[in-house]
């Protein structure tokens, strides 16, 4: 049988031709999605009961949806990508829907984006060729990043490959992570692992590598931020809602830390009315880290077998 399948993913979305002969011989009837970011609750209720199978980007698979869809046919959400924060995983496996993603395999791409932003901030980059552009020669005075302090937050794919990367430089490490098998891993590349909060407050450069939980939510909040260095500057790569974005620009505005890049957002797309976007010392993304041609082909592969498998098996089983 033929299972109707639908993409949301958009970095997927970008290759899917190249990939319809391999869902067809999967088995998969394939229905691609008008999107820009990601669906909403709304815009997921009015469909989702007509698929079998979803793979997803950063879409809200809120409880409502997933019952809905439960009501329906849907069997399974195959998450292009690491986090499911997103996805309600208890509605999920109160109604029977398989939940997958596909791990460690964005680490690099993110942390090649990370290491980026650093050196952005650390030599106003992207402020000389705004101002280049207008016809000024600036030549702001910048910092060395040998010797400096690298903290990460979360020592997964992402955060063990920017290690290497700050280590390369001649940058120290420090990371936390509540695994210690995790932390074990990075202390093998060279990292120290460190509390939280004395990691904070040691480091020139915070990157968010993390999950977002229930634990990590704004965990950047305002305490957090003032135990920062009023040098030191803020990178989240991770999930925006890992940083109370109020209390970074009441922090910006004051000079409490020196600067900001945010991949991510609390809610995306980020509008141009947000305070954030005031700020020279702010590097602002587009929840983009992961899209090169190498990883959006190696995580659609995964994505794509990944559905195909939950579906048979859930064939097995009836």
Not at 7 to 22: E, G, I, R
Not at 252 to 276: N, W
Request: aromatic share 6%.
């Amino acid at each position: 049988m033929k299972w109707d399948v639908l993409v949301t993913c958009p970095n997927m979305l970008l290759v899917l031709d190249d990939y319809l002969s391999l869902m067809s011989e999967l088995n998969l009837n394939v229905f691609e999605a008008d999107v820009t970011q990601q669906f909403d609750e709304k815009q997921l209720l009015e469909v989702i009961a007509q698929y079998d199978g979803v793979i997803a980007g950063d879409d809200a698979f809120s409880a409502v949806v997933l019952e809905a869809g439960a009501k329906g046919r849907l069997k399974v959400v195959s998450k292009w990508g690491v986090g499911t924060d997103r996805i309600d995983m208890q509605a999920a496996d109160r109604h029977g829907i398989v939940v997958t993603n596909t791990p460690g395999l964005l680490g690099d791409e993110v942390a090649d984006v990370a290491l980026g932003y650093i050196i952005l901030l650390a030599r106003h980059l992207h402020r000389i060729d705004q101002a280049v552009r207008r016809g000024e020669w600036f030549k702001p005075t910048g910092h060395s990043l040998f010797g400096k302090v690298l903290g990460i937050v979360g020592a997964g794919s992402v955060g063990q490959a920017l290690t290497t990367r700050a280590l390369a430089l001649g940058m120290s490490v420090v990371v936390s992570d509540p695994s210690p098998a995790a932390q074990d891993q990075s202390s093998t590349l060279g990292a120290q692992p460190m509390e939280l909060d004395r990691l904070i407050s040691s480091a020139d450069y915070v990157v968010l590598a993390c999950p977002l939980t229930v634990d990590t939510y704004h965990m950047m909040d305002a305490r957090r931020i003032s135990l920062m260095r009023p040098n030191a500057a803020l990178v989240n790569v991770s999930r925006g809602r890992l940083v109370d974005e109020g209390a970074l620009a009441s922090a910006l505005e004051s000079d409490e830390i020196r600067a900001a890049a945010l991949e991510v957002f609390e809610d995306e797309p980020l509008g141009p009315e947000s305070p954030l976007c005031s700020f020279d010392q702010v590097i602002l993304g587009s929840h983009n880290s992961s899209n090169t041609d190498e990883a959006v082909r190696r995580v659609t592969s995964a994505a794509i077998h990944n559905l195909a498998t939950a579906l048979s098996q859930w064939q097995a089983r009836t």
